[in-house]
Structure formats: C-alpha cells, structure tokens
C-alpha cells in the first residue's frame, strides 16, 4: 500500500504541477492558473486546514511565422520576423477546505520584449531595415478558482477526477505603452501590441477538469483540461485606425482561451520521489467567443505539442521542469480576417478573382516552464496533561 500511495503521489504531483498554458508569441495565449496548483504533499489532495505556496517561471522566444500551417521562411530571409521573448512567473496559493474542495489563487507577473523592424525614410532607396525593441510588463491578470474531486480521496487510491470553476480578472494592464520607433527616426509612446500586454481588459471565468488512473503498477494516465470564457468583446485599446467599412475590428478583442492535455506518468527511484511524465497538449485561442461579440481583433491560432516533464520531490518541497516542443503551429482565420475578406470580394464580380484574407502570426518552438511548491501541513495536536 505504501508503494501504490507513494506512486499515486507522483502521478498527482505532475498532472498538477504547472498546468497552465502558456503564451506562444503572437497567438498571446494567456497563463491560466485556474488549474489546480498543487504539487507537492504526501497525498494527492490539502487537507482541511492545510496550505500550499508555489512558484512557476515561465520562458518561451516565438519567432516563426505561419498563416495557417504554412511557415513563412521568408520572413527570417528579409530579416523581418518578429521576435517575442517572454519571461512569466506564477505565485500560486491553495488552501483546503475539505479533502475534497480546495480553494486556488495565482497573481501572474510578466515582462514581455517585441523587436521587429521598419524602413526608415532616410532608407527609403535601399529598403534598409532597421530593428528596435519595445516591451510591456507587470502584473498580469489575477486568478482565483475552487476545485472539487468527486470521489474521497481516501477512498480513491487508484484514480479521481476533478472539477472546478475559477474567475479571472481585468487586473493586467491591457493598454502598456513604450517609446516605439518612428519612419522619420524618431520615437512615439504608443500602446504596445496585444501580444506583449500583461492582461487582456476583461472579467473572465473558467471551468476546468481533470483526472487520473493507475493503468498498470506505477503506471499513471492523466488529463486535464479547461475553457476560459471573456465576455468582454473588445477592451477599448486601439490596434490602428480602421479601415473603411471594418470599424471596430481595430479594437483589441478580449478573447476567450482553451487548453486540453493527457499523458502518462511513471514513479522511479527507491522512495519513487523522481517522476517523469510525457503528454500532448493543445491550446489555443478560437477565432469566435462562446459568449459575447465577436467585432474585434485577435489573432487567433493554436499550437499542439508534445511535452516531457520530470517532477522531483523531497519531503514537503516539490520542484519540476516541463519543456512543451510545439510540432503544429496554426494560425487560423479571424473574425476581422473575414469580414476583411468579404468586403473585398463584395467588390468582386469574378469569382475567379475572389480573395484570401488571413493574417500570420509568430509561434514559439519550445518553452521552459519550472516549478517549485511547499506543502504547510497541518500540526498534530499534541495533547496537554493538567495537574492536579
């Protein structure tokens, strides 16, 4: 029984430790701390009274463009790519109020650096391109969330699932600003692109699921999974001035996200405190929001990836590397894409000449993510002797 609960710690320890998504460039996939936070304990669950603090440090550089599935190499030929680097990091706080409900909050802080390119008007003859950088940074949307196991954990040694419901806030700036560079040389403070804001100007919630089971010995299958949903059409921040006849997809939209990952996880090592895990993800930004309306700008797009992990833990202290490799990359077709494509071919009497609007979007390869949680266990009552 020891062995099976010491397995069945570390299969929970990596399908909870550092679940969220992540950014991947231009698709500003959000970090999402909705998804329970744990990772380190004795057992898969708080128990009532019992808390959990945590960190996870984030790092990804996007710098490939796809419209669609397409890679755009000439963008690293013309040496105008856009290049993202973003280091991100959670603090995460659980406490339990039963053995079954836990309460979860994350405040996410981010520091986000954009280099692209332009032609100055000096080099307006040679097309000569100059680079120049710009970023946003700060605190990001906080989170907080409840999860609910189904089954008593402690009748639930071989598997359970989790539900659980959280909230996101508008807490990120959603309209940082920079001095970016001018074709006439000069700088202007402007509002930096959606991609590098440390939030995205609208009230959210989430639901969330997850789940595992003993397959075979210290064999553990696991997924998780969760939706948030922004309401918020658009946040009021300007991309650019409209094009005739497409007001209002210029304004920054507040775009829903997702997220699904499933794997397995196997224990190893004579205390079995070494797990090493292997999973698929896929997350993303969709092109409509389940609620709400949809006139507004996004870049939409997902990534699938294929992810090794390894989770160490050492008494109450846990701490795991997680190096998601993106293997499809697809930026999909906007709202604004659209309706920019239907009012031109509005215009078109030939449907031979008919035109394709869709916009591209700079993914990351890989990125970093590592963790580190304390469980503060409950004190056992020690018991007082009165003398008479």
């Not at 280091?87 to 981010?110: C, E, K, M």
């Not at 990120?172 to 403070?189: E, V, W």
Request: charge should be positive; glycine fraction near 10%.
């Amino acid at each position: 029984m020891k062995k099976t609960l010491q397995s069945l710690t570390l299969a929970a320890i990596v399908l909870f430790a550092n679940e969220q998504a992540k950014a991947q460039g231009c698709v500003a996939v959000r970090q999402m701390g909705g998804i329970n936070a744990m990772s380190a304990s004795s057992s898969y669950n708080l128990s009532k009274g019992e808390f959990q603090v945590g960190a996870n440090y984030r790092y990804f550089h996007s710098w490939r463009h796809f419209v669609g599935t397409e890679e755009q190499p000439q963008r690293q030929t013309l040496g105008n790519a856009v290049n993202i680097y973003q280091h991100a990091v959670d603090i995460n706080v659980s406490y339990g109020l039963s053995s079954r409900l836990q309460l979860n909050a994350t405040v996410p802080f981010l520091e986000t650096e954009r280099s692209q390119t332009l032609t100055l008007t000096a080099d307006a003859a040679t097309k000569k391109l100059t680079r120049y950088s710009v970023s946003a940074g700060g605190l990001g949307d906080v989170r907080f969330g409840a999860n609910y196991w189904l089954i008593k954990p402690e009748n639930a040694h071989k598997g359970n699932i989790m539900i659980g419901a959280g909230i996101k806030l508008a807490t990120g700036s959603y309209t940082a600003t920079d001095d970016a560079l001018q074709t006439d040389g000069t700088k202007k403070n402007v509002v930096m692109d959606q991609a590098i804001q440390p939030g995205d100007g609208g009230v959210g919630f989430s639901i969330e699921f997850q789940g595992f089971r003993q397959l075979h010995r210290n064999i553990y299958g696991f997924a998780n999974a969760y939706y948030l949903f922004n309401p918020r059409e658009s946040n009021g921040s300007f991309k650019s001035a409209p094009k005739a006849g497409l007001d209002g997809y210029n304004i920054y939209a507040s775009p829903d996200q997702y997220f699904a990952r499933a794997g397995l996880t196997t224990a190893v090592g004579k205390h079995q405190n070494l797990a090493f895990s292997l999973a698929g993800r896929f997350e993303g930004i969709p092109a409509y929001d389940v609620f709400g309306g949809q006139v507004a700008y996004r870049r939409p797009g997902y990534v699938v990836a294929v992810e090794p992990g390894v989770t160490y833990r050492k008494g109450q202290h846990t701490f795991s590397l997680f190096v998601p490799y993106n293997f499809i990359k697809n930026r999909i077709q906007s709202a604004a894409d659209i309706a920019d494509q239907n009012l031109q071919n509005s215009k078109i009497t030939d449907p031979t000449k008919y035109v394709h609007v869709q916009g591209d979007a700079a993914f990351a390869d890989y990125s970093i993510s590592l963790g580190y949680s304390y469980r503060i266990a409950k004190k056992a009552k020690v018991p007082t002797w009165k003398v008479n």
